[in-house]
């Protein structure tokens, strides 16, 4: 069997209106996807609120994200946060003057 061999840094859009989510691998208990951002933001009103906990680390880029209990976070490349199943959280802010890159590993 031949190994994929792949670049989170490669195929990226050239113009992006929304957010782009590439599923990398998926298994029972575990979904690992790239999160491609360029400025964007969740919406306004709202949060996530998943069913399974959400570990994810900055590639590229900026971000904020904002949690319901009023902790904001402020990720550069490399920082990395585990957010728990059903805590609920928003993406505030992203780098608009580049891409920001995600890696989300979702898993129960």
Do not use: C
């Not at 840094?9 to 990398?24: A, R, Y």
């Not at 880029?61 to 957010?83: Q, R, T």
């Amino acid at each position: 069997m031949m190994a994929n061999i792949d670049n989170l840094f490669e195929s990226l859009p050239e113009s992006i209106d929304e957010e782009v989510f590439t599923e990398i691998i998926r298994g029972e208990t575990i979904k690992i996807e790239r999160i491609v951002s360029k400025g964007h933001t969740s919406p306004k009103s709202g949060w996530y609120d998943q069913k399974a906990n959400e570990w994810v680390v900055l590639l590229k880029g900026e971000a904020k994200l904002a949690f319901a209990n009023g902790n904001d976070v402020h990720l550069m490349p490399g920082s990395h946060v585990n957010i728990p199943a059903h805590t609920r959280h928003k993406v505030r802010w992203t780098t608009p003057e580049t891409e920001t890159i995600w890696l989300a590993i979702h898993y129960t």
